[in-house]
């Protein structure tokens, strides 16, 4: 609300907020009768709920004074082990927003979407984390990018796989990160799904974004950029023109490897 009353003082009157919770079905339904009865369709989505699926000591985390370059490079890995927890409760919370909760809203939005006269714009904002080369399992990395196969399925057993790991303390026995487990496969997973739905409306322009290390809650305020530089990626997506790259990762404003 306080954004919404921001963006009104500086102008911009027809700014509108309605409540999101992306874990509620019913908030979710709410959201799409709203914007039905008030527009019609929708033209672009957004989606940027996020959670780390860890617990974390922020006096501790603070107190071991990490650099930039050390959360980019994954130096900080090993340093913070004692200070970030992984739970298996966070990390169902965490797979319920950063994958479950980001399907369902497009799911209850993509008939409003196809309204849309443009075509529809869907842009999921990701994560470096979410990089494939960066999972060492071979199978889990071989499975997400085999775009021939990817299916919705196939990517929900890979949660369970890891939820399955999780409790039985197998993760990094089985080759999940080390670094943010659950948000790192959530964001993969994200990724993959966006390549999915990509292949089946190929009339939208679906695409996931890094946006940088942006400084948010979400990072402990360890990121170096701003907001507003964080959403150019995302901006550029939302408002890309007929005919434009469609089930693509960006980091950023430039086009690369999933």
Same mark, same amino acid.
């Given at each position: ?45 957004? *989606?940027?709920? #996020?959670?780390?699926? !860890? %617990?974390?000591?922020?006096?501790? +985390?603070?107190? =071991? @004074? ?31 927003? *950063?994958?479950? #909760?980001?399907?369902? !809203? %497009?799911?209850?939005?993509?008939? +409003?979407?196809? =309204? @849309? ?45 890891? +939820?399955?790991? =999780? ?92």
């Amino acid at each position: 609300m306080a954004a919404t009353s921001s963006l009104h003082a500086s102008g911009l009157l027809n700014v509108v907020f309605h409540q999101l919770d992306v874990q509620d079905p019913d908030s979710i339904k709410s959201l799409a009768n709203f914007i039905h009865t008030q527009f019609g369709r929708l033209d672009i989505l957004v *989606n940027n709920a #996020g959670a780390s699926g !860890v %617990i974390v000591d922020e006096d501790g +985390l603070r107190a =071991l @004074s990490i650099d930039p370059a050390s959360w980019l490079s994954g130096k900080a890995t090993n340093l913070v082990q004692g200070v970030i927890k992984t739970t298996y409760e966070k990390a169902e919370e965490c797979l319920n927003t *950063n994958y479950y #909760g980001c399907k369902r !809203v %497009i799911e209850a939005l993509l008939p +409003l979407l196809q =309204l @849309s006269t443009s075509g529809g714009r869907i842009v999921n904002v990701s994560s470096l984390r979410g990089e494939l080369w960066r999972i060492p399992n071979e199978q889990t990395r071989e499975e997400l990018a085999d775009i021939d196969t990817l299916s919705e399925e196939k990517i929900e057993r890979i949660l369970e796989r890891f +939820l399955h790991d =999780l409790k039985h303390n197998a993760l990094e026995a089985n080759g999940w990160q080390k670094m943010l487990p659950s948000y790192s496969i959530s964001k993969a997973t994200l990724n993959a799904y966006t390549r999915v739905l990509a292949k089946k409306y190929p009339s939208m322009c679906i695409n996931c974004v890094h946006p940088g290390y942006v400084n948010t809650d979400l990072n402990w305020h360890t990121g170096t950029m701003t907001v507003e530089e964080g959403a150019k990626g995302s901006i550029m997506l939302a408002l890309l023109p007929e005919g434009g790259p469609t089930g693509f990762y960006f980091d950023r404003t430039e086009m690369a490897a999933f």
